[in-house]
């Protein structure tokens, strides 16, 4: 297969579409790159089998080799790089988390463990996992480890027509199955394959097409291609239903792109969009594209824990340069060294080579897995004080809050009873848990709550993406239940609030209808319905426990921090929107209203971090659970 500098261009535009995307540099729908990856890989993966089955020079072992030359190199290297840093940033449990992951990177299914271990690709949580890219790279190595056997089993029984037939039957199930999927199974519709493998397929198919001889139609294809790669990078966001129907678009238009550049080139410059990805420096950086994706995402996940410089656009600037840079070096001094076999030179060697790094890697994951995230590399009295009342605390469970409902709905209180509440909520609704916990163990009473990250209790209300929705229509479904209209009384809706007026893709006067609109289906239901007011939040995440890798000082063996304190006044100001909407509701809505804030506030009438050492949050916005067990009397009507 002749090279395609057209191609190389069109990675460029990939994956610069992914790290602005990543960085927050204006381009919301960057993600988009992924897939214009995956056509990529398809067309090139595919046109290279069959180029070799017909001249009867194919082999498996062959086409392993190429991919494991193509791919294993850089990745080893950017995975024990990570792994390295991790060791200096990462605290005991998310150390333990990035174990996991590496273990299932290398059993090529790191997409099946963020399936399992994030919401949404796009929730806040998944943003600190340092190897989540990699999600991508395991579903293609799952379509390279079947797609040599069923191209190999097809020209040996099947006619040319025939496959064509086969494989677009396939590319279209696949494409209607990623539609379906994504109205109820948004989370597993965008990490596996068998929805995302019609996105290959795509790829695959333009392999088997034959170049267009008219100049004229190849310029209109590739004008209409491009369109349907680049508007998407700026029209959709984290929000967009994605991929389903909206991946269509990207996915035509690099299929497009792709067979319009079939065939000789003109001299003249009718083929414009050809000759503009055909440019040295987008060739230059679509060269780089590989490494450059390894490297930058775990960069920015470093920077997203450390928190400090969290929102600094130098800071986020400097980061994609320096992953630029690294991306160079390894593309210099790994990739282009393997791949031309200067080194690993024959076939075996490759291969033992392989089975070293994964032996190594999965050497590595156990380690952090049995080891607890190596917790001895901190003193017991650190790890108290790093234990943000969360880590051990059986209802602060991301990994369960990450599930669908019903599969988080849990009990709190005694057991043996029927509930007689219910607590629908977010993260915040999460850490609150121990306190209700607590409270209904005192009065002898029974409860259900179901939690979402990232997910306010709010109906038709989405802040990352669209199954937000589903989620809470499946929660108020289950309320709408016999059982439970018999049994529950009150229904408790705790979230961060704060959402709905900073981090929102909507205007907040459409959140207040929808809660409101949420609070009166829930008491047509016939319940009592409580509205937890947020806890203050802070400003500064790096003075709070969930940073204090990076304040301890090994040779004072002390911590520095600062004893933060918030007023009453600054508060009323950080929060006048969402208490102007409480009060508009309180109006409105039978509701009743519970304000934490009295037994939040100290003597002083300020807000503290602490209580007389005793840390009250864990991060900017999270109560630790000491800090929710001061809530605990505010519970106390759930033994009406």
């Not at 030359?69 to 990570?82: H, K, Q, S």
Request: proline letters at 4%; hydrophobic letters at 45%; aromatic letters at 16%.
């Amino acid at each position: 297969m002749p090279y395609r500098p057209d191609i190389d261009g069109l990675r460029a535009i990939a994956v610069i579409g992914v790290l602005f995307f990543h960085a927050d540099f204006g381009i919301s729908g960057g993600y988009v790159g992924v897939d214009v990856f995956f056509v990529i890989s398809g067309f090139l993966i595919t046109g290279l089998i069959i180029k070799e089955l017909r001249n009867k020079s194919f082999s498996v072992l062959g086409f392993w080799e190429r991919r494991v030359r193509r791919i294993l190199p850089a990745l080893f290297v950017v995975t024990l790089a990570t792994i390295s840093l991790g060791y200096f940033f990462l605290l005991p449990a998310e150390y333990e988390l990035l174990g996991s992951s590496v273990l299932w990177l290398s059993l090529v299914s790191s997409n099946i463990f963020f399936w399992k271990n994030t919401n949404s690709y796009f929730g806040g949580s998944a943003e600190e996992m340092p190897l989540l890219h990699t999600w991508s790279l395991s579903l293609e190595e799952q379509f390279y480890l079947i797609v040599p056997f069923v191209l190999l089993l097809l020209f040996r029984v099947c006619k040319f027509r025939a496959i064509l037939w086969i494989i677009s039957s396939f590319v279209l199930l696949s494409c209607c199955l990623s539609i379906y999927g994504m109205k109820n199974y948004g989370s597993a519709t965008f990490y596996l394959l068998p929805t995302r493998a019609w996105e290959l397929g795509a790829g695959s198919l333009v392999a088997f097409a034959v170049p267009i001889r008219s100049v004229r139609i190849r310029s209109m294809m590739q004008w209409l291609g491009m369109a349907c790669v680049v508007i998407p990078f700026f029209l959709y966001d984290r929000i967009t239903i994605f991929p389903g129907m909206s991946a269509v678009p990207p996915v035509a238009g690099t299929a497009i792109l792709i067979w319009a550049g079939m065939g000789e080139v003109p001299k003249t410059n009718s083929l414009q969009i050809q000759r503009f990805l055909s440019m040295r420096p987008l060739v230059w950086i679509g060269l780089l594209s590989y490494s450059l994706y390894l490297w930058h995402w775990p960069l920015l996940a470093f920077n997203e824990y450390i928190v400090i410089w969290k929102d600094s656009v130098p800071v986020k600037v400097s980061i994609l340069f320096t992953a630029l840079f690294l991306s160079w070096i390894s593309w210099k001094f790994v990739e282009q060294p393997v791949r031309s076999r200067r080194i690993f030179g024959s076939r075996r060697s490759v291969f033992i080579f392989s089975s070293v790094a994964f032996s190594l890697l999965l050497i590595c994951s156990s380690v952090l897995i049995s080891k607890e995230g190596m917790s001895g590399r901190y003193s017991k009295e650190f790890l108290e004080h790093t234990d943000r009342g969360l880590s051990e605390d059986v209802f602060f469970d991301y990994g369960k809050a990450s599930k669908g409902f019903p599969q988080n709905k849990s009990s709190l209180g005694i057991e043996g009873k029927d509930p007689v509440f219910f607590l629908w909520g977010d993260s915040h609704g999460m850490a609150l848990a121990r306190a209700i916990d607590g409270a209904a163990k005192e009065l002898s009473v029974t409860g259900e709550y179901a939690v979402r990250t990232s997910t306010l209790p709010v109906l038709d209300w989405v802040t990352s993406e669209k199954s937000q929705t589903n989620y809470n229509e499946s929660v108020l479904n289950y309320l709408s239940g016999a059982d439970q209209r018999r049994s529950i009384r009150h229904v408790i809706l705790a979230g961060r609030w704060w959402l709905a007026f900073n981090q929102s893709y909507e205007n907040e006067s459409s959140f207040e209808t929808r809660l409101i609109n949420t609070i009166d289906r829930i008491t047509d239901l016939g319940y009592s319905v409580i509205l937890f007011r947020q806890v203050p939040q802070w400003t500064d995440h790096w003075q709070t426990p969930s940073s204090f890798p990076f304040h301890f000082q090994l040779e004072k063996f002390s911590w520095e921090y600062d004893e933060m304190r918030l007023s009453n006044e600054e508060l009323e100001k950080r929060f006048a929107q969402q208490n102007q909407m409480f009060a508009r509701i309180e109006e409105l809505s039978e509701v009743r209203i519970i304000d934490p804030l009295p037994l939040l506030r100290g003597s002083d009438g300020q807000y503290h971090i602490r209580d007389q050492g005793d840390w009250i949050y864990y991060d900017d916005d999270h109560l630790s659970g000491y800090g929710a067990m001061k809530l605990k009397s505010l519970f106390n009507f759930l033994g009406n």
